[in-house]
Structures are given as C-alpha cells and as structure tokens.
C-alpha cells in the first residue's frame, strides 16, 4: 500500500507531462504561435520550449523558399514553402516577410486548398500552415504554394523568413525537426539605356581624289546596363556641283551592356565633286529609347587636282627659255642623223632634218616660259 501511495504521484505527474506535451502538439499542428519564423528579434518553436528535443536545422533534413528574385511594385508571385526529411509524414511552417527595418512588405494571400491561414503581431503579417496544410501521412517531404503581393513601391531589399516543422505525426515533440531559412528579394535594377561614339584616329583627312575618299574608323560602345541594338546613319552634302556621301559598313550593331564595335565609315564624292570641306555626321540611335542618341562629325577636305605640266617646248633645244639662234645651230650641228635622244630632232621623227630647221625658225624670237 505504501508503495502505491509512492508511485501513484510520480505516475501522474508523467501522464501530466505527456498530456501536456500532447496538447501543445496538438494545439500547433492547427497552426504555430506568431513571431516563430527566426527573423530578427524573433524565435523559432526550437528555441521556445515546444519543440526542443532535437537541435534546430540538424542535418537530415532542409528548408527551401522559392521566392523572386527581383519584384516589381505591386505585382503578384507565387511563393513555394518545402520541407523534407526522411521519415517524417506530418508538416508545418511559418513565413513573414520584412523590409530593411523590420517592417511588413507586401501582403501574403491564402491558398485556395484552405492550407494556410494569414495572422498578424506587432504589425507584422505571418502566413502559415492549417490543420489540412499539416498534409498527414505525405512523407518525407511537403510543400506549400501561395500568392504574394509586392508593395506598392520600391521599399529595397526584402527577406522571406520562414521556419518549419518536419514532424512525424505522433503528437511527441520528441520527435519533430525544425528547420529555418531566408532568401532576398530585390527591387528590380532600373534600365539605364545610354551609348556613345566617337571617331578612332583623325576627324579630319584629305585626298585629291574625290571618287576614292576616305576612311574613318568609328567606335560606338553600349554604356547603358543591357543589351541593346544600336542604329547608325550617316548624312550626305548632295549639290549642284557633285556631292559627298557617307557610307557605313554596318547600319546596326547589337551590344551587350559595356560591350563596344568598330564601324567603316566611307566618305566619298563622286566626279563632278568641286574641291573643298564636307563635314559628315554619324549619328547613332538607341533601338530600346529612340531618344537615347550620340553623334560624331567628320570634316574631309577635297583638294583641287595639280595644274597640268606646260607643254612640250621641243623648239626650245638647248632649253634656255627663249627660240634664238643657238637652236639653230645646235639643231644644224646634228643635221642628217638619225636615232633616238637627238636634241635636234625636234618633230621627233628620228631624223634631224630640214623639218627640224623649219620648226625652230616657225617659233623664232619666243619665249617658251611666257605660258608657265
């Protein structure tokens, strides 16, 4: 009988333990308290005295969020919760979502299958699983799909903390396994759609001839932050008196963001072109925002063609500049020969003869610099 009195308090202050330990089971398993996620200031039900037994994230086991990477002001995303660890058949979680400062971002929105259900502390809104959410009997893993909200504006960066519960569904919290994560969303990075060109070597060239013209050597480089097909044009001086055009080798480039490519540029005239500058633009266009332009000029001067040679003077035989005497003497010094580089051959006939004599006289007394 003694013996009876002394066990009798011990036996129920275990079935205390384990109706206690049943009921906080139980009670959790329609949802998890709020503030349990492991974010800032927070715990996790590991750290609180529900579900101590076994150290939080032990391996065996994870917990992956599925969230954007980037969003955009009130857009709408699917958000995945998944959990696994083998062996374990019964399921719950917790998620917030907290900008920079600890402040609620977005809003969370149940799913259709009554899997979760939405709670709110300390101005924070919390999604987490239900009773059917707790998906008894699926084994070793579970995931939990959901819509989320972003804000209506820019807020910066945003972590999704979540912790879960892989449990194996007989109400022992001896036997469950918690596990916490968090991944970052980001506001999208703003496009900036930006270009510029400029010309390789001289802006300036000459050449005499206005048919063949010249080359210039462009470099237009993509200074925005993506992709982008770059437009290029160049102007033309057309005239009465011949024109000058700008011909390119490429009409577009597509640029990846910093990436740059160098175009031919051709400046040429045409056979009527009269001698001067001609300034050519080159202006590139951005393909993304039609506004976005640069422009470069080139100045190609087209000089006029040397003055032709005077012509040939033979009469002139010593080349003295003037027809006198002496061309007669030196063209009679040489009469009757023949070959070649006589200089009294002056009709260039391969004779010096009375020919040469009379052509030297035809242009007597004149001066053959007079027309130079």
Not at 40 to 52: F, I, K, L, R, Y
Not at 221 to 232: I, K, R
Not at 296 to 308: F, G, N, S, W, Y
Request: hydrophobic share 40%; with cysteine.
């Amino acid at each position: 009988m003694s013996y009876l009195k002394n066990i009798l308090p011990i036996c129920g202050l275990i079935l205390l333990f384990f109706i206690a330990s049943s009921s906080s089971a139980f009670a959790f398993s329609s949802g998890p308290p709020d503030e349990r996620t492991g974010a800032p200031n927070e715990g996790t039900c590991a750290q609180v005295g529900c579900h101590t037994a076994n150290d939080l994230n032990v391996s065996g086991g994870s917990l992956i969020l599925t969230v954007p990477e980037t969003y955009v002001p009130s857009e709408v995303y699917t958000i995945v919760v998944d959990l696994s660890r083998t062996g374990q058949s019964r399921w719950g979680f917790e998620m917030t979502a907290l900008d920079a400062d600890g402040a609620s971002a977005g809003s969370f929105a149940v799913d259709a299958a009554g899997a979760t259900q939405l709670s709110e502390a300390n101005s924070k809104q919390y999604i987490k699983h239900t009773s059917i959410g707790t998906a008894q009997g699926t084994n070793d893993t579970h995931s939990w799909e959901f819509q989320w909200t972003a804000p209506d504006a820019d807020i910066g960066p945003i972590i999704f903390y979540a912790a879960g519960n892989a449990s194996n569904g007989n109400f022992n919290p001896i036997d469950d396994y918690i596990y916490t994560e968090q991944a970052e969303s980001t506001p999208p990075v703003p496009i900036v759609v930006s270009l510029s060109l400029e010309i390789v070597g001289d802006t300036a060239l000459s050449t005499m001839n206005a048919v063949e013209g010249v080359n210039y050597t462009l470099k237009v480089t993509n200074t925005g932050n993506m992709m982008d097909t770059v437009m290029l044009e160049a102007s033309a001086e057309v005239g009465i008196e011949g024109s000058v055009l700008g011909a390119l080798s490429d009409r577009s480039v597509e640029l990846e963001a910093g990436a740059d490519a160098e175009v031919m540029l051709k400046v040429a005239g045409d056979l009527f072109t009269t001698p001067g500058d001609y300034d050519i633009n080159v202006t590139v266009t951005s393909e993304t925002d039609n506004t976005m332009t640069a422009e470069v000029t080139t100045t190609t001067t087209i000089e006029a063609l040397p003055p032709p040679p005077p012509p040939p003077t033979p009469w002139d035989v010593n080349g003295d500049g003037t027809v006198n005497i002496q061309d007669l003497v030196l063209v009679a010094s040489e009469f009757g020969q023949s070959g070649e580089a006589l200089k009294g051959d002056v009709n260039g006939d391969g004779t010096v003869n009375i020919l040469d004599l009379v052509l030297v006289s035809s242009h007597f007394g004149e001066d053959t610099n007079a027309g130079q």
